[in-house]
């Protein structure tokens, strides 16, 4: 048995949250939710699989797609609901998503491509503020490092230097 060691991250801002969970018209990306509105934000590569916390690896998702996608990617939970000789037919009386529902590649990498789209269209205004946000704080920054002596100003430069290349790479 493997033992799975928790992922190290904090709740998601709410804003994320927010953008996330209405994109989409607010309904999943697999299956459409058929009238249950998403309640679960999916990664669409897992954190276990290395991908990031990151808004551009985010979807809605409705609970029980969520929880049977579990830790796969869209792929591979595709792959094991073949192995499984899963018929998505019989949980619905009309098919939400043709594309998903008849389980191509294709159209899953569609739904997938395109809930991404929705959700960074969904997120751009809330990116703004915290853009506008920040550039106060820069200007704070800015003051505080004029009265500062020249080495703590170069001590203060080098670990912002380091943090914007942390978010540059």
């Known amino acids: 048995m493997l033992l799975r060691l928790p992922t190290p991250r904090g709740p998601l801002p709410s804003w ?10 607010g309904w999943c990306t697999y299956c459409g939710s058929m009238g249950i509105r998403a309640e679960a934000i999916d990664h669409v590569v897992p954190l276990e699989q290395g991908d990031a916390d990151d808004i551009s690896n985010l979807v809605p998702a ?5 929880a049977s996608k579990r830790d796969r990617t869209p792929e591979q939970w595709k792959k094991s609901l073949e192995r499984r000789h899963y018929d998505p037919s019989t949980l619905w009386d009309d098919t939400p998503n043709p594309d ?10 569609h739904l997938v491509r395109t809930a991404l789209s929705e959700v960074m269209a969904t997120a751009r205004p809330f990116q703004e503020r915290a853009t506008a946000k920040l550039k106060v704080h820069v200007a704070w920054i800015d003051a505080t490092l004029r ?3 020249p080495s703590q100003r170069q001590e203060v430069l080098g670990a912002l230097r ?8």
Request: hydrophobic letters at 35%.
């Open 100 to 109: 998903i529902m008849d389980y191509t590649a294709e159209g899953l990498t």
């Open 16 to 25: 994320i949250r927010k953008a996330v969970l209405t994109s989409a018209g």
């Open 162 to 169: 380091a943090l914007v290349d942390q978010y540059d790479s």
């Open 62 to 66: 409705c609970r029980t797609c969520n």
């Open 147 to 149: 009265s500062l002596t």
